[in-house]
């Protein structure tokens, strides 16, 4: 029996971390009400198939390698899709992921929260609100995609398909390799670092402001007028002292200090707080160490 299509529900299908999230922000929401969520492998179970005929819109918020799968069985079952807005969170992929959906008469999106969910929820954590999504797809997907941002209390964004990759990558910079910046942090002054019992997770705490404020100021005036520190001011007596310390304590260290300070010279350079000719002695000072090593 072919199920048909009803209006004013929402299936979330993914109950990780940003399904949890997704969930309890639309139920809250006074525009959407009836909110359901499901595993992604019980959809071949026929109560679950049932879910996706009475819904409206639908959500896959599932791992990348598994939207095919998701795809698959809902292309498999004994559905009628046509209208129905079906919408995958994914970053880096396009709604070409949802091609065969969408010849099937679906209005097919991308709808990725630019935001971290460290993990799942029991509750509403206002995860959404201020944040944006970057909305890729048809014009009545992207409409609707609006509408849900709105009623979530974020932004929407309208962003092209070859776009979208390069979209990810910034993302996985400004979360994915700042958990490493930090991760750097650690390995440098951890051990090294005892003031008034900070320990462990509470390190952070020391540099915190320090790093907010300097987000603040990219923000406010963007990354060239926020830079700061030794590099920015030709300081290459401070530069030789972190390399000399860095050498002795850890080579790996030296490394990646060298490989941020040479991005850093560069960003110097646009601000002109330096020369050509402090550039290349920068550069020359850091070729010493990476001989040495």
Known sequence: MIIKNTSGNILIIGFGKLGSHLFHELKHTRKYHNIRAVKERRLAAGKYIKLVG???IIFLCVQDSKISSAVKRLQQADV????KFIFHTSGALTSDELSELAAKGAITGSFHPVQSFAGK???KAGSFKGIYIAAEGTPKA????KDLARAL???SFEIKKQNKIYHHICCVMSSNFLAVLNGKIADTGLKRIQINGFKNRTFFNIYMPLALQTLKNVADSGPVSAL????ERNDIATVQAHLNALKKSNKGLLSYYILMGIETVKLA???KSIRKTDAENIYKLFSKFIIKQ
């Open 54 to 56: 009475s819904s409206d």
């Open 80 to 83: 009628n899709l046509k209208n």
């Open 121 to 123: 929820v029991t509750r």
């Open 142 to 145: 992207l409409k609707k995609m």
């Open 153 to 155: 209390q974020a932004i």
């Open 228 to 231: 700061t520190g030794p590099i």
């Open 269 to 271: 350079l646009k601000k």
